[in-house]
């Protein structure tokens, strides 16, 4: 009976534990959803958050489920009913006919966000806690929602799905229906609607010809954006001129603004929040009209480390974005070294690069740039006015002031430099260059590498990596690799470290300085090193660790107590 005892705890600790994990493991997955257009009936599972509200004679709201006992929707849709007397409805897809993966629950708990003004619909935000759990499955299944700080710039891809109507002042529809819509910008938004009718609280959406929009009774429904593998509520539909007119994009509760609200009502299995983040810059900061405020002047913070153009894995060659840090060091218009953005004004590369020339005025920079010769959209060429050589025992870097600072784009980006990181044995690592030596075209070159113990050949101050080899191009270009989200350069290539020379390939390695040797003389120069940016699909603000934890040693305790009485 003992043994019989633990073998139940252990499997009521299974559930506890798994019940703790945050609904990042769930969220924002569609295993269904297959297909990528819009403006028509939705297959049945591919929105399997999305929620049907309500009364006696039918749908009246939309809603989506955040957990598998939370539903989020638009306080607006409660203003004349009593939420005792709502069914919400989950796995459905027609409003008529069979629904064989639909489940039903009633309303056990509803809060209205307490600033909520009817008048302006701002925060236009309200909770409902089911009465009992939903059981999840491919057609059931929890949104992962905005955190705080996601950025949605002007023509983000988005969707939205209801059961609303599908022309201003028509019937609503019977089936499920999805519509892709870009994101308009506050500014742009602000101005269509009347400035102020638009708060930091809402966001916009739609097309400026129109045609494309939510509806009468999609109110309460989700907005969404696929990051990486996983849609990311954006928003709740709220109001708008009609449906679908010119210039009056849909306007929606911003998800990302109420993380705190959200997280202090609901204290366990919270909903998974992700930081969704937008690349490039926000054309809506150059939206104006009258009566419009100017955009701010504080600019965003720059990070490093981050490569939106780099999406490949394995195989293949560099294409225009995928190492955006990297850089063209040119005399005469001819490359002689390659370096790396690690400032918004500074480039990294090797001191033995200017072994013949530390004169300013002989150098350019050139970023953004995939062929030494023929067309690149992306490049800029920008002045050097500054060069800086560290003076150590052994090798030595060189730092390269800008003349101007170059615009930061999905094809210019910074790397994060190594402030004391570790890259451990095995870690796949990369370097990049303009060497003719590999691939016999002047097109950047790549090479995938894996760090390697070092053993009695160098000590601590040193990266070693399996053999590859180095040409003179190669020189000043960065040995990266990627720890969690952001990029890291390791060190900077030189010829002077590759000491295979008299070695067969199959036993020897290169020997790189580790950057961070370098940090005194990087840190006099540059100041703070740039910040990497939030890990966009592991930036959450989920709970429940410490719980687990807690019923886990308890648990633990107990068990232990029914094996001595064994």
Not at 26 to 34: D, F, M, S
Not at 434 to 449: A, D, I
């Amino acid at each position: 009976m003992a043994f019989y005892k633990v073998i139940c705890v252990l499997t009521v600790l299974t559930l506890l534990t798994q019940e703790s994990n945050s609904q990042l493991n769930v969220c924002g997955q569609a295993p269904l959803n297959t297909k990528i257009v819009g403006g028509q009936v939705a297959s049945a599972g591919s929105w399997p958050w999305q929620v049907s509200l309500q009364e006696s004679w039918g749908h009246f709201c939309g809603g989506s489920l955040i957990n598998n006992q939370w539903v989020l929707t638009a306080a607006h849709c409660f203003s004349s009913i009593n939420p005792s007397s709502v069914t919400v409805v989950l796995g459905l897809q027609s409003q008529s006919g069979s629904n064989p993966n639909s489940q039903s629950r009633k309303i056990a708990n509803a809060i209205i966000h307490p600033s909520y003004n009817s008048q302006t619909h701002d925060n236009d935000i309200y909770l409902l806690q089911l009465a009992s759990p939903v059981t999840l499955n491919s057609y059931i299944q929890p949104i992962c929602l905005a955190a705080s700080g996601s950025t949605f710039y002007n023509g983000t891809d988005s969707w939205v799905t209801g059961w609303g109507a599908t022309a201003s002042g028509a019937s609503g529809s019977q089936n499920l229906m999805e519509v892709e819509v870009p994101v308009v910008g506050n500014r742009q938004c602000n101005c269509d609607y009347g400035v102020g009718s638009v708060t930091d609280n809402m966001m916009c959406a739609g097309l400026s010809a129109g045609g494309k929009d939510s509806c009468q009774g999609d109110s309460g429904g989700p907005m969404v954006s696929k990051q990486g593998t996983r849609w990311i509520q954006s928003g709740i539909v709220s109001f708008g001129e009609g449906c679908a007119l010119p210039n009056f994009p849909g306007v929606y509760t911003r998800v990302s603004q109420y993380q705190s609200w959200i997280n202090s009502h609901i204290t366990s299995n919270q909903p998974g929040f992700i930081t969704f983040t937008s690349t490039g810059t926000d054309s809506d900061l150059s939206v104006s009209c009258a009566g419009l405020p100017p955009p701010p002047t504080t600019s965003k913070p720059v990070v490093c480390g981050q490569a939106p153009m780099n999406s490949r894995i394995l195989g293949g060659s560099p294409t225009a974005g995928m190492w955006p840090w990297m850089v063209s060091l040119q005399r005469n218009g001819s490359h002689v070294c390659g370096g790396t953005l690690v400032a918004v004004d500074y480039v990294l590369s090797d001191a033995n690069c200017f072994s013949s020339s530390s004169r300013p005025s002989d150098w350019t920079a050139v970023l953004g740039q995939l062929k030494q010769n023929g067309s690149n959209p992306f490049e800029v060429t920008l002045n050097v006015t500054n060069i800086t050589l560290s003076n150590l025992t052994g090798s030595n870097v060189a730092l390269l002031h800008l003349g101007s600072q170059p615009t930061l784009s999905n094809y210019i980006q910074p790397i994060c430099l190594d402030n004391g990181q570790t890259f451990t044995v095995g870690s796949t690592c990369w370097a990049a260059g303009w060497s003719s030596g590999r691939g016999g075209e002047e097109v950047l070159q790549e090479t995938q590498t894996t760090v390697v113990d070092c053993g009695n050949v160098t000590t601590i101050d040193s990266i070693c990596t399996g053999f590859f080899t180095l040409d003179q191009g190669d020189s000043g270009g960065p040995l990266m690799c990627k720890l969690g989200s952001s990029w890291y350069q390791g060190a900077v290539l030189t010829l002077s470290t590759n000491n295979a020379t008299n070695q067969t390939r199959a036993t020897s390695n290169n020997v790189f300085t580790k950057l961070s040797i370098f940090d005194e003389f990087l840190s006099k120069i540059l100041g703070n090193f740039l910040s990497p940016g939030s890990n966009s699909n592991t930036t959450t603000t989920a709970t429940g660790g410490g719980t687990a934890h807690s019923l886990f040693v308890l648990l633990l305790i107990f068990i232990m107590s029914l094996h001595l009485s064994l």
